[in-house]
């Protein structure tokens, strides 16, 4: 897979990408990630990017061809162009093993106040958001979004058998993960349940499910009430 990041801040991605799960994939040739500088696509010696919006307001606003060029000098036939945008549909572990199973992702970084609308209209196919929260820029989502993906691509991990009980993952059926216990057996009074030492791999399976179904009702009875159609909502 490729992965194409637009963005005014290359270094402060390349820096992210090289380390990690990530970093591992890239430099054993299963992931082949590209930052691509915005202003390298202004169309001036000063490398503007932005201008002030029609109509007024504060702020600046991203231009169109700017954007729209730097898509177009990477972007493969048929590869997912994704703003990163607080308009863009809540991202989900779902949409992160729907990605995975593209040749390519451009992935599109925002500043300043946003984008003109004509990059969506022209270029763009899909957008994510983290959450109902502000940052600075789209840097961090894109990360974020590229290591989700990234995760899940065949021989990125030691074993798929790890990320498939993730939270979230199918093999939690949508819900949360369960508990996990490692060395010491005992520490500061606090033990390890009985079941996870018995050796019996059923048992502890049941244990586990029962952990995951608990921990979400505690802590996200959202995933078991919400939309029917996702993973866990059927509960």
Same mark, same amino acid.
């Given at each position: 897979?490729r992965?194409?990041?637009?963005t005014?801040?290359?270094e402060m991605?390349r820096v992210?990408l090289?380390?990690?799960?990530?970093?591992r994939?890239?430099e054993?040739?299963l992931? /082949?990630?590209? =930052? +691509? #500088?915005l202003?390298?696509?202004s169309?001036?010696?000063h490398g503007?990017v932005?201008d *002030?919006?029609?109509?007024g307001?504060?702020?600046m606003?991203l231009?169109?061809?700017v954007v729209?060029q730097?898509v177009?000098s990477?972007r493969?036939?048929g590869?997912?162009?994704i703003?990163l945008?607080?308009a863009?549909?809540?991202?989900?572990?779902?949409?992160a093993?729907?990605l995975?199973g593209?040749d390519?992702?451009?992935?599109?970084?925002?500043?300043y106040?946003?984008?003109?609308?004509?990059?969506? /209209?022209l270029v =763009? +196919? #899909?957008e994510?958001?983290?959450g109902d929260f502000?940052l600075?820029?789209?840097?961090? *989502?894109?990360?974020?979004?590229?290591?989700?993906?990234?995760?899940?691509?065949?021989?990125?991990?030691g074993?798929m058998d790890s990320?498939?009980?993730d939270s979230?993952s199918?093999?939690?059926?949508?819900?949360?993960?369960a508990?996990?216990?490692?060395r010491?057996p005992?520490y500061?009074?606090?033990g390890v349940?009985?079941?996870l030492?018995s050796g019996d791999?059923?048992?502890?399976e049941?244990?586990?499910?029962q952990s995951?179904?608990?921990r979400?009702?505690?802590?996200?009875p959202?995933l078991?009430?919400g939309?029917?159609d996702?993973p866990g909502g059927?509960r």
């Amino acid at each position: 897979m490729r992965i194409d990041i637009l963005t005014l801040f290359p270094e402060m991605c390349r820096v992210a990408l090289s380390t990690g799960v990530v970093g591992r994939a890239i430099e054993v040739g299963l992931v /082949e990630a590209v =930052v +691509s #500088d915005l202003r390298h696509f202004s169309g001036d010696r000063h490398g503007t990017v932005d201008d *002030a919006p029609y109509g007024g307001g504060a702020g600046m606003i991203l231009q169109a061809p700017v954007v729209v060029q730097a898509v177009e000098s990477v972007r493969r036939p048929g590869a997912p162009v994704i703003l990163l945008s607080p308009a863009g549909r809540p991202f989900r572990q779902e949409i992160a093993e729907e990605l995975s199973g593209h040749d390519q992702l451009v992935l599109v970084c925002g500043r300043y106040k946003g984008f003109d609308e004509r990059i969506r /209209e022209l270029v =763009v +196919s #899909d957008e994510i958001s983290l959450g109902d929260f502000v940052l600075s820029g789209g840097e961090l *989502a894109a990360l974020a979004v590229t290591d989700a993906v990234v995760r899940r691509i065949p021989g990125t991990l030691g074993s798929m058998d790890s990320a498939d009980s993730d939270s979230f993952s199918h093999g939690r059926a949508g819900l949360l993960d369960a508990a996990w216990y490692t060395r010491p057996p005992e520490y500061r009074g606090l033990g390890v349940p009985e079941v996870l030492l018995s050796g019996d791999h059923a048992a502890i399976e049941r244990w586990r499910e029962q952990s995951s179904l608990a921990r979400t009702k505690a802590r996200r009875p959202d995933l078991l009430d919400g939309d029917k159609d996702r993973p866990g909502g059927r509960r």
